[in-house]
């Protein structure tokens, strides 16, 4: 069965140029690169049209590929949107996470969706014309999204090839508690795009109970499980290695991370 490709959330490598980010992943073993293009990322939303190409090949002309890109878009209407969704469709980037809605408190949800809703849209109608597909990120805390049935109800009436769901590992069991992360994940399986992974634990501090997220494997996601899942469905990726936690050595923590997630994809794709 083909193995989901493993990527590094360009996030945690901030200080690398393009070039320097494509050796530094297939040096460590990743697949490829989820490369942002947003604001403070490694390629600036306005000016997608004429630095996304040069990035993008400078990563493959060092062995890593591109399968996703991250980006801060909320709309369609947004005028650096089309730019950076047509660049992305015409460099053969399969997908696409959008920026964050956020609830307030006291509004209806109800209402926050219905607002939401024609902006994904208008998002997904681009990569649709494009063919580059929008995976929507399940985030924790007051972001649309968080509860994964939300997205859902924002995926209502759009093809499932162009817009879909981006899962998150830690967001999901954070919210989903001891089972809820297993009934999201049911439900985003038939059309997820991209896969996000962190782990977590609650640590009790004087102030109340407090996320602490941690190393791969040494918190409460159950990975094997989840993988276990993906298999099964034949789902093939990408997944974007996320490393959330305050370490004094980033480079090892990616590296001591990437060798436990290859483990487990490995165990349960079968190599």
């Not at 307030?104 to 809703?117: R, T």
């Amino acid at each position: 069965m083909p193995r989901p490709q493993i990527c590094l959330f360009s996030k945690h490598a901030p200080q690398l140029g393009w070039s320097e980010l494509g050796t530094y992943v297939k040096k460590v073993g990743f697949d490829g690169v989820d490369l942002t293009v947003r604001q403070g990322g490694h390629v600036r939303p306005e000016n997608a049209a004429r630095d996304l190409p040069p990035a993008v090949a400078a990563i493959r002309a060092a062995g890593a590929a591109v399968p996703m890109i991250t980006t801060g878009l909320l709309s369609g209407e947004e005028p650096a949107a089309k730019d950076i969704v047509s660049t992305a469709g015409r460099l053969k980037i399969p997908f696409f996470k959008p920026g964050y809605h956020r609830y307030k408190a006291g509004e209806p949800v109800e209402a926050k969706l219905a607002q939401v809703k024609p902006q994904l849209a208008s998002l997904a109608a681009i990569g649709k014309e494009h063919g580059i597909a929008l995976g929507w990120h399940n985030h924790s805390g007051d972001h649309v999204g968080l509860a994964v049935w939300d997205i859902r109800e924002m995926l209502e009436g759009q093809d499932p090839q162009w817009a879909g769901y981006y899962w998150d590992t830690g967001h999901a069991r954070v919210e989903g508690g001891d089972w809820g992360w297993r009934a999201s994940l049911d439900l985003v399986l038939p059309r997820l795009k991209m896969i996000a992974v962190k782990d977590f634990f609650w640590e009790r501090k004087d102030e109340g109970w407090k996320l602490q997220w941690c190393p791969l494997g040494g918190g409460m996601v159950d990975f094997r499980a989840i993988f276990t899942t993906l298999a099964k469905a034949g789902w093939e990726g990408p997944i974007s290695l996320h490393v959330e936690y305050p370490t004094p050595d980033e480079p090892r923590a990616i590296e001591a991370d990437f060798r436990f997630l290859k483990r487990e994809v490995g165990r349960a794709y079968g190599g």
